[in-house]
């Protein structure tokens, strides 16, 4: 991939949350989502304005570019830093309790296994946000699985929370150095990001994708699910786009169009088409209106920094202050 292709490519992905999570966040909850208001997205707000998906996933990539790598202490000290100043981002009640938690002197990635009755959130929260880490990690997918899964444990101990952020990640991986010029292989896409899944949790949910991409949408809200979970809300995502990979308006319309929890599915498969149409792949109307979006293309062009052969990049959590 050359320069240009790659950071268009890579700002696509930033911007792509941003804009999904602001298209879809005024129909979080419904149940479906008329033809007619999926019709009007994003025409009459004279700014886009995002929650706490697009929020923390700005703290992942403040966190990576300011350490040069994953740092569990740093990226969530960040988390907590960014959500004292904007609490009201739409926050649900898992991570302020996980930021009391670390302010108590709870260790970063043991403050998660505090909840829940020891189980740890099974919900999409890890996923929405890990975009950056797929951009840092371009082209290695097993670091990018790995750093997937370390980001998931400030918030999400439970397995399907954790591969639920792999899985987002490892796709995205994938989808910033397709070739421009050739037609993506789903059967082949999906097979190369079942690999680095640990367990069977999301091996179902996948083959399901592959039927429903191939055999049409009918029940596809139904069949996956549109909630809070990430076993639902990724797959939801993975469909959403596959099944019109060329038409990123198309991509986050029907991601709404399922319902459920709207903001975060449009938001996840946002970063899947904005990775694998670039920036330009985006509607003009809602780049520009999205907020947030030059300190989007800044941590973008900072990533591809980090991502480029020679950087040297920390693998291991130390003691590093925001």
């Known amino acids: 991939m050359d320069f240009t292709t790659a950071r268009a490519r890579f700002r696509g ?5 941003a804009v999904g999570d602001a298209l879809g966040a005024p129909f979080e909850g419904w149940a479906e989502v008329p033809p007619g208001r999926l019709a009007q997205l994003g025409e009459r707000p004279a ?3 995002y929650t706490d998906d ?9 966190s990576l570019v300011a350490s040069r790598g994953f740092d569990g202490a740093h990226m969530a000290a960040v988390f907590a830093r960014n959500f004292a100043a904007e609490p009201w981002r739409g926050y649900g009640a898992g991570p302020p309790e996980i930021f009391r938690l670390l302010g108590d002197g709870v260790p970063w990635d043991k403050a998660s ?5 020891g189980r740890g959130s099974s919900g999409n929260g890890a996923a929405m946000r890990v975009a950056p880490v797929a951009l840092f990690a371009c ?3 097993p670091l990018a699985a790995w ?7 400030i918030t999400h101990a439970h397995p399907l929370g954790v591969e639920g952020a792999v899985l987002q990640a490892c796709a995205i991986t994938l989808l910033l150095q397709h070739p421009s010029d050739a037609p993506l292989d789903v059967p082949r896409f999906l097979g190369m990001i079942r690999a680095p899944l640990h367990g069977s949790h999301y091996l179902d949910k996948l083959d399901l994708v592959a039927h429903l991409v191939y055999s049409g949408d009918r029940g596809a809200g139904r069949a996956l699910g549109n909630g809070v979970f990430a076993e639902e809300a990724v797959p939801a995502a993975l469909h959403a786009f596959l099944r019109r990979p060329d038409s990123f308006a198309d991509v986050v319309t029907y991601a709404i169009g399922l319902g459920g929890d709207t903001d975060t599915i449009a938001a996840m498969a946002g970063a899947l088409a904005g990775a694998y149409l670039g920036e330009d792949g985006i509607p003009l109307r809602w780049r520009e209106k999205v907020e947030g979006a030059d300190e989007l293309r800044r941590l973008a062009d900072e990533l591809l920094i980090l991502a480029t052969p020679g950087v040297r990049v920390r693998r291991r959590p130390d003691r590093a202050e925001p």
């Not at 992905?13 to 949350?17: D, I, P, S, T």
């Not at 697009?54 to 403040?62: D, E, I």
């Not at 296994?113 to 009755?117: H, K, N, V, Y």
């Not at 997937?148 to 444990?153: G, K, M, V």
């Open 139 to 141: 082209p290695r997918l």
């Open 47 to 49: 700014v886009l304005r």
């Open 147 to 153: 750093v997937a899964r370390q980001t998931a444990l």
């Open 113 to 117: 296994t505090r909840l829940f009755g």
């Open 54 to 62: 697009t929020h923390m996933t700005l703290g992942v990539a403040q």
């Open 13 to 17: 992905a930033l911007l792509g949350v």
